[in-house]
């Protein structure tokens, strides 16, 4: 079972930068691909960034320029550095495990709150 813990969130004022961490544990040599979802209550939950195997990264339009996504494969750990953070960046921020065979893995979730 892969079980994923994220920490980072908080609260930050506009302009200001955080960086969430997602660590997993079990199956990671199955991992195909880790990203980055967030969803705001009533709406539904959007791609924010991926990373492949490979290191290969996609990014959602509306944080290209000031998202970085990274992974460190020695330590299972998967980053999301965020900066020129806006207000409407604040979500609740999902990291996901894609593995073979197993499908598709959560973690529990961290919010972001960015003030104006």
């Known amino acids: 079972q892969v079980q994923l813990v994220e920490s980072g969130g908080g609260l930050v004022q506009a302009g200001g930068s955080l960086r969430l961490s997602c660590a997993a544990s079990?199956?990671?040599?199955?991992?195909?691909?880790r990203g980055w979802y967030r969803q705001v209550p009533g709406r539904q939950r959007e791609l924010v960034a991926v990373?492949?195997?490979?290191?290969?990264?996609n990014y959602a339009d509306f944080v290209k320029g000031r998202f970085t996504i990274a992974r460190d494969n020695a330590n299972n750990t998967m980053y999301l550095q965020m900066n020129s953070l806006k207000p409407e960046d604040t979500a609740v921020y999902y990291c996901?495990?894609?593995?073979?065979?197993?499908?598709?893995?959560w973690g529990q979730g961290t919010q972001v709150t960015v003030s104006s």
């Open positions: 990373i492949g195997s490979g290191g290969t990264t």
């Open positions: 996901y495990a894609a593995i073979l065979y197993w499908g598709q893995f």
């Open positions: 079990g199956g990671t040599s199955r991992i195909i691909n």
